[in-house]
């Protein structure tokens, strides 16, 4: 017998459909914020399995990272951008916390995140934070630490400038304009540890180097990353 909270759960469906975040059909029972479809036709990396991936190669010679995956290909028009779309801009949470368990399951018994000590997610400035009620790298980082039992720290790695959006500029403006952006707070609390860098579209790596590079003044610091798309 069902237990009697799913029927109201069930009644609340019905007035308030929740929809696919990718795809937009209604979800039905066990589906959360994607549908089984969208699930297993959204463009994995598979990036866990590939050490040397487009995106750890982007780093080579800029910064010393352990590992680096991402979870999805972003696409222009395509499902992950749909989601991601949603994720950022329509006070939807929650989108993160599932693509950080997806992630987390698919990184969970690789013998590369084994030794990780913490995930640390790329902070946001706090005038964005009020803006967005949300950092979208914190939220990707908690679903992946509940799929890997490993903690996440967010008041360590600080960002002291709102940099405006960064699309049109070219490579070498991007990197001066990362300068000096982020700050450890307490390099104690990072000193030998695995850190696990969370993004959640890495696109130039500019952020990612930005971060890597003010981590990695710690002693004994090793840093993996994490993020949620790849866009070209
Ligand atoms: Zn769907």
């Known amino acids: 017998m069902k237990p009697r909270g799913n029927y ?16 937009g059909n209604t979800l039905v029972t066990n589906e959360h914020v994607i549908c089984i479809a969208c699930y297993y036709d959204l463009p994995y ?6 050490p040397d991936n487009v995106v750890a190669r982007q780093f080579w010679g800029r910064l010393p990272l352990s590992s ?3 979870l999805l290909y972003f696409y222009k028009g395509g499902k ?3 989601m991601m779309h949603q994720f950022k801009y329509r006070n939807s949470p929650h989108i993160g916390n599932k693509l950080g368990e997806i992630a987390g399951n698919k990184l969970a018994g690789n013998v590369v995140y084994r030794d990780v000590d913490l995930i640390v997610p790329v902070p946001l400035h706090p005038r964005k934070f009020k803006q967005r009620g949300y950092n979208q790298s914190q939220q990707f980082a908690e679903g992946l630490s509940a799929r890997l039992n490993i903690p996440v720290n967010t008041a ?13 500029k070219a490579r070498f403006s991007r990197y001066e304009n990362m300068q000096e952006v982020f700050s450890v707070r307490d390099a104690g609390q990072f000193e ?3 850190v696990l860098l969370v993004d959640d579209i890495i696109t130039t790596g500019s952020t990612v180097e930005a971060c890597g590079l003010e ?3 710690i002693p004994g610091v090793k840093v993996s990353v994490a993020a949620i798309a790849y866009a070209e």
Request: charged share 15%.
């Open 8 to 23: 109201w759960k069930d009644f609340i469906a019905l007035i308030f459909p929740q929809l696919c975040q990718a795809c």
């Open 45 to 50: 990396t598979n990036f866990h399995q590939q």
């Open 215 to 217: 981590l990695l003044k």
């Open 68 to 70: 680096v995956y991402v």
């Open 156 to 168: 360590n790695l600080i960002r002291l400038k709102h940099t405006d959006t960064q699309t049109k």
């Open 80 to 82: 992950v951008q749909t």
């Open 192 to 194: 030998g540890k695995h």
